[in-house]
Each structure stands twice: as C-alpha cells, then as structure tokens.
C-alpha cells in the first residue's frame, strides 16, 4: 500500500505494539518521539518502525515536523496517536481509496470508535466525530497548537470505516492529568478569545462539513449557563449515553468535570488579570 504511517509517542509503552501491529500493511512506519523514558522506543524499534525523536513544544508544531521534515517513501501519510488502533476494514478502504485518488485529492478524515472498559461508548463518546488523518505529503499543514487543525491546499474527502480508540488504556490517572493539561490550554483559548476560525456562528450549523459543525456546536456550548450540566444532559440523556451502563455514566461525568475544570479555570484567568484574589 502506498501509505506511510506517522504515531506520535511520549511513553506509550502500553500502547505502542497494538498500535504498530494494526499498522503492519504499511512498509514505512515512523514513530516521532518526544522523550520517552519507557519501553517505547525499544518496543518501536524492535517492531521494525523507524524512530525519529523531537522535543514536544506543541501538537500543530510536532505533526507538522512529521508531515514536512521526515522523508517518507509513500506520497501519502497516515497519522495515528499511539492508543489509536487501525481496524482492518479501514485499512482494506485507506488502500482502495487512496489507489483511485485524483491529484486534487490531498486530505480524508474519518470517524473514530471510543471504548472504556471494554464499551464503544457511542452516545457518552459523542459519536460521530470526523477527524482528518490521511494527508498527501507537501499538500497538508497543520494549524492552532491545541485541537490541531488541518488544512490542504486541495479537495478533502471522507472514509467510512473506523479508527478504534482506547484512551484509558493507560490508566483513569493518565486520562485524567491529560485532560487537566487540556483543560488549562482550552480556558486559556477562551480567555484570550475565540479566533474566526472558531466562531463559525449559526450558519456552521449547517454546513455541510462536519467539523464546521462541531466548532459552531462549541461556540454555542461556551455562552450556556451551566455548561457541565448541559455537556452530561446530552450525552448521557440526548445521545443515550445510559444504554452504554456503567461505561456510559461514567464517561459522562468525566466530560462534565472537564467542562467544570474549563468554566472554573477561565474565572481564574479573569480574576487575575482584574488583580482579584482566587
């Protein structure tokens, strides 16, 4: 297949064989590492991957390092996080799409299964969320350093089969002190203000492009009152969250503490800057 495959690393001992097994269809494998003091470059490198390593500064910087500084032996690049897994009917289509691809084709996103504790958690998971993955090299970029954006200077398409995602493989600890990080960078975001890119208003709600959709759907969500009770309504009620059981009510509540952490971070920034005690 004439696809290579790009996997950000910073000590995924736990995941990276999964990972890199899911990935054997490709002949070009490079694991792009930011310092890992685990197994992880020993499990990369035995596996057969090549391992390029990087300091992390930010997600938009590091995958743009992958798409234009690596040579690759394919023209087009998959990139994966280590706890992602390639199911096998993606790849039968990555491999199908990609050998009848026109030159204006240069960016496809796809969706992704979530699972915890052995559950797709399909409604408390928000499915469907579309992300863009499959890059033609020198015709992507990447922009915004926290939910990175992709951008092409061609036409961008659509899979239907699946990445399978395990973001808890590492433990409830890991998840949690990932999404404490995310949660700082995204009040900062809000603090600072939301760029036009983010703020597609109304009309994005009807935009043909789902993540047009998504970003408008955020806006939206970040002038509600209440905004982690209403995150927990909808996914555990609106999107059937409680039919996933125990899975689906705790993921729940996790999506709600990180709007809370955000809400509660964004009253801290603001109360600093007006020089008022926290």
Known sequence: MTVSVL??????EVNIEACLASARWSDDIVVLDSGSTDRTVELATTAGARVVTRPF?????QRNFGLQQIPWRNPWVLMLDADEVVSPELARELAARVASAPASLCLLRFRRKDFFFGTWIRGSGGYP?????????????????????????GETGELQEHLHHFPFNKGLTAWIDKHNRYSSMEAELIYRGLSEHDRPGVRG?????????RRAMKQGLYSLPARP????CGLYFIKLGFLEGRAGLTFSVLR???????????RELRRRAARLPV
């Open 57 to 61: 500064d930010n997600y938009a910087a």
């Open 256 to 266: 709600a503490w990180y709007e809370f952490l955000v809400n509660t971070k964004v």
């Open 129 to 153: 969320s579309w992300f863009p993955r499959l890059a033609r090299v020198g015709r992507c970029w990447v922009e915004r350093e926290f939910n990175e954006q992709y951008e092409t200077d």
């Open 205 to 213: 709600l009807f935009s043909a492009d789902p993540l047009v959709r």
């Open 7 to 12: 996997i950000l690393t910073l000590n995924e």
């Open 229 to 232: 009770l209403v995150v927990f």
